[in-house]
Structures are given as C-alpha cells and as structure tokens.
C-alpha cells in the first residue's frame, strides 16, 4: 500500500465529525466554460473506478479516489457531470480538493439537477481521466414505475463477484440498494479462506482488520476489483452496513468477533471502521453532532415507494443471545419454554434502540400521509420467523449418519435441530419483541410495508405474520449473498441437502413462501402503486469468472385494502 496511508493515523471522534463534515470541499464552476486547466489539477490515477449514490430528486453525490503520482499530501482534480455519456451536453463543472486525512478520496453533492434524470459524470487530473460513471436522480409524483437492485454479502475470498457485473449489466435502475456486509473484517486464514487460496483471492492486509489504516486498505482491495466497479458506475448505490463492515455480530457495545484484550477499545475500532466506510462509499458524511453510527434515512422514488433504511447494529440491538450461553438446562434437558418465554421474548431487548423506533413510526406515518403506496424497509437481517425443522427426521437416515459421523458442530446443529427454536438468533427471531413492536407500529400507521434483508447468504420471499394473530402484517424480498456461503454445505457432503433444507424450512414456516439456500445472486424489483415484482437472479458459479446467469424466480405481490398481498409466484 502507498506510504501515504501508512502514515494515516486514527482521528479523534471530534476530527472525524468535522473531517466529515467538511467533505472534499469543492466549487462548482459554470456548465458553459472549459473545463479547469490541466495546471490546476493534480497527476493522479483513479484506479478504484467511480461510484454515485445516496440520490435525491434534485441531488446526487458522485465519488472517486484521486492517488497522487508522486508524493503530495493533496490532490486537485477535476468533475463534470452532463446529460450524455460524450459530454457534449455538461450540466456542472468543477474542482475538488482531496488529501491523504481522507485516505484520498472524493465525494462531491451535485445539486440543481432534474428529477428522474440520468446523468453521467467523471474526473479528471492532469494526466488521467476516470472512468465514465451513470446516476440517477429520483423521481418525483408522476413516476410510473421505478426498478433497483438489491444486494448483500461479499466476501472477497469466496469468490469471484460475478453477481456485481450481471447487476452492471441492467442500465434501467433508479439504484442500487446494498443492505451490508459490502467488505469482511476477517484475516487471510479466516473465513473461507481455503476458498480465497484456490482462487488467488486473499484478504489485504494479512491480518484482522481494527485500525483505520487497515479497513482503508480491505476497502482499497474491495474497491479495486473490476466487477465491483462495474456495478458503482451503473447506477446510484444506497447503502447501510450491516456487521462485517466493522466485525461480525456486532451490536451497540461489542462484536462477537472483537476482543478488548487484544484488540482494544471496541468504541475506537468501530469509529475507524466507520470513518473508512464513510470515505469510500458514495453517499453524505455524518451531520456534526450526530454520532456516525446513527445513520437512518428516507428516501421518495415519487409516490410509488418510500425507502426506509435502518441501522440495526450499532445504534440500539442488545447482545445478541447464544445457544450456548443463553439456553437453560433442566436436568440436562434444554428448557425450551424457558428460554422462548423468558430469555428470547424479554420485551426490553431492542434491535433499533427507541430513539429509532420512533423515528421510524413517524416515517411511516409520514408516508403514508403523503399518498405514497409503498413504505420499503432497508432492513440488514432477516425478520421472518424461521424456525428450524427437525433435520434428525427430514434427513434420508444413509445421509444424517454420515453427516453425525463428523461430530463437532455438525452433530450438536442436527441435535439442536430436534427443539425446533430458531435458525439465527442474529436476526429479528432473536428479538422477537422489538419485531412485534414494529409490526404493532405497521398496523398504527396503516404502512404497506415490504422489507428488504440480506446477511443470511440465502434468497427468501416471505409473507410475515404478527405472532398476536397470526395475520399478515408485511412482506420480505431476502436476497442471497454476491460470493459468500450459506451454510447448509457444513451439515452434509451431498448436495441433496440444499433441496432438503428448502423443503424443510418452507414447510416447517407460515413466514416462508420460497426459499433458495444455495446460489449467489442477486434480486431486482418493480414496483408501481399497485404492485411489486421481485425477480430473483443466479450466477451459475462464483469459482470461475466464466459462468452464466439466470432468473430463477419471480414473485408477485399487489396492493390491496388490507395491505400487501401473499407472494405469488409468476413466469
């Protein structure tokens, strides 16, 4: 890495807020003149591409990292930004100003522009020109229909991020909407790392990412692969973290991946966790005064949707809860009920914090009183109730005896699988009382709600049903991971058992329409005021930059006066 980052040292919360505050600080100059004179700019290169995100009606933040050819601890480059791919037609000009506090990269908040308008911009040094990049602004009321992506989990060693360019590949989306785990905390020999050895994708730096300097550089690695790139220059990116982007089961006072011992203050290794993300994602920086990790926003794609995006990590979620701490014993025997009725269903345990849930209801209801007909969550985890099924009895006895044979953790999962609690405790099932709380605010606000979710590495569409009544409450469009495993591989060799496991899930779970435990990809929606269609998307490998990509399903819901319908699926 450039001997500019090594000299990068963690900021004070203080410098950080105003580092963020400042941007890159830039001047927009007139869309009739020249473009800046190339003595004015700095030699550079743009090898991390460029990207644009965080999209208003009348805004859009356009990014890029400018590294200085020789040594300097600044950089000046150039932008413009016009209605057509050859820039004949300029709408903005400008200069920005970067340097190495800002690990060289550049966000610039282009204002004044149309609504549901594409736009395509680039930089420029010296002696170099970025890539071309397309945005989009968002629609205001007369919007027919809006499109986007969703996304979620990219470990880098798992393989090779064949998702991101089939996403490059649709030039129709209002956005991108990344619901976390866009880089991995984990050292070189940690998370599927015999993957990454095969394939020559292995984890920069070496070690566990905790300081700044290091998850600059992951997000250097991340951001240098071309595929990922692609994806950035295609459309608008909305983004929220969701744990690995600072370390894994994070929540508001620690990570079960952190360990003060030896790794120090959680508080220090999340604000540097925090302040790469912001520096190299494309979207605002923090309000002074607002701490960083509160990061909640609503944005309008006219009135088909509102795009509600939470933070479920950092801001309000309690420890989450293990089996093999929390579960009571009796005699032995696990306690069941117990646990259900006085551990997991403990009402003072919170995933949003209360500061949030309200903001939350206000948003909802907000939407609503505005017409618009949609109120979409960009949500992290799952939050369909998903218990698991009873893999002693679903599991062909010639399989379940090899698979017991390999002991450890693989036989105490199948063993647990008989008390049929649920599959993640990570996820909403884990707090099933501030799930409750959020459905009680859908009914209040009358919210025709949808939820989006990511983390599981597995594709779900789910009706979601109140626990009071058992009635439909929301709907859930789950996209499985861009690389990362889910899971089920671990419980056999035979891949017989990614059938068993979506059988067994579906019919074991009301929440559960459709469920595809295995493939990498990602989903698209349509939506109007009257429907949603979610088209699920597979690359055929994730090992191997030749692979084909399919549909594999589409699923529709419609609007009506009870809210939104059951999934259906459709051809």
């Known amino acids: 890495m450039t001997a500019n980052r090594a000299k990068n040292k963690l900021l004070t919360r203080r410098q950080a807020l105003k580092q963020f505050s400042a941007g890159a600080g830039f001047t927009i100059l007139g869309s009739c003149g020249p473009l800046p004179k190339s003595a004015e700019t700095t030699a550079a290169e743009f090898n991390y591409g460029v990207a644009s995100g965080d999209p208003t009606q009348s805004a859009v933040v356009i990014w890029t990292r400018a590294v200085p050819t020789t040594v300097s601890e600044i950089a000046n480059v150039s932008f413009e930004i016009a209605h057509d791919e050859t820039f004949n037609d300029v709408v903005r000009r400008g200069m920005v100003q970067t340097s190495s506090q800002r690990d060289f990269t550049i966000k610039v908040d282009v204002t004044d522009l149309k609504p549901a308008t594409t736009y395509f911009y680039r930089f420029a040094s010296s002696d170099n020109t970025s890539a071309i990049g397309r945005t989009r602004t968002l629609p205001r009321r007369s919007a027919n229909e809006i499109k986007f992506a969703l996304a979620s989990c990219a470990n880098y060693p798992s393989g090779f991020f064949n998702a991101y360019r089939e996403i490059s590949k649709f030039s129709d ?320 060799d035979d891949p017989a058992i990614f059938d068993i496991a979506e059988k067994g899930v579906v019919a074991h779970n009301a929440d559960v329409a459709y469920a595809n435990v295995h493939d990498h990809g990602f989903v698209v929606i349509t939506a109007t005021k009257s429907d949603i269609i979610a088209d699920y998307f597979k690359v055929s490998t994730t090992k191997s930059k030749e692979y084909e990509a399919s549909r594999f399903l589409s699923v529709l819901s419609k609007l009506t006066d009870q809210g939104p319908s059951p999934f259906k699926a459709i051809s």
């Open 173 to 492: 989306l209002d956005a991108i909407i990344h619901v976390g785990d866009y880089i991995y905390e984990y050292a070189a020999d940690g998370y599927d790392s015999k993957t990454g050895i095969a394939l020559g994708r292995i984890h920069e730096p070496a070690h566990e990412i905790i300081t700044l300097a290091d998850y600059r550089e992951r997000f250097a690695q991340y951001r240098a692969d071309p595929d990922l790139q692609a994806a950035h220059a295609t459309a608008p990116f909305i983004t929220i973290w969701d744990d690995h982007e600072t370390a894994n089961n994070s929540w508001m006072d620690g990570s079960s991946n952190h360990h003060e011992e030896a790794e120090g203050s959680w508080q220090d290794r999340r604000d540097a966790a925090l302040q790469a993300y912001f520096e190299w994602m494309p979207m605002r920086d923090p309000v002074v005064g607002v701490a960083a990790e509160r990061l909640n926003r609503t944005y309008d794609f006219g009135d088909i949707a509102s795009l509600h995006v939470i933070e479920t990590r950092l801001t309000g979620r309690d420890e989450p809860l293990s089996y093999s701490r929390d579960l009571p014993m009796n005699n032995g025997t696990p306690d069941v009920e117990k646990f259900r009725s006085e551990i997991l269903n403990d009402p003072s345990r919170t995933m949003m914090g209360a500061a949030q849930e309200a903001w939350l209801e206000g948003e909802l209801s907000s939407s609503k009183d505005r017409g618009i007909a949609w109120q979409i969550l960009g949500n992290q985890t799952v939050m369909a109730r998903m218990n698991t099924p009873n893999f002693t009895e679903i599991m062909p006895q010639k399989m379940l005896d090899a698979s017991m044979a390999k002991g450890g953790y693989t036989a105490m999962w199948l063993e647990r699988s008989k008390l049929g609690l649920p599959v993640s405790l990570d996820s909403w099932d884990g707090y099933p009382a501030a799930r409750e709380r959020l459905f009680d605010t859908v009914k209040s606000t009358d919210a025709n709600l949808v939820v989006l979710s990511g983390d599981s590495h597995m594709f779900w569409a789910n009706n979601l049903h109140s626990a009071k009544d058992e009635k439909q409450v929301a709907i859930e469009i789950g996209t499985g991971s861009i690389t990362s495993p889910g899971g089920y591989e671990s419980l056999s």
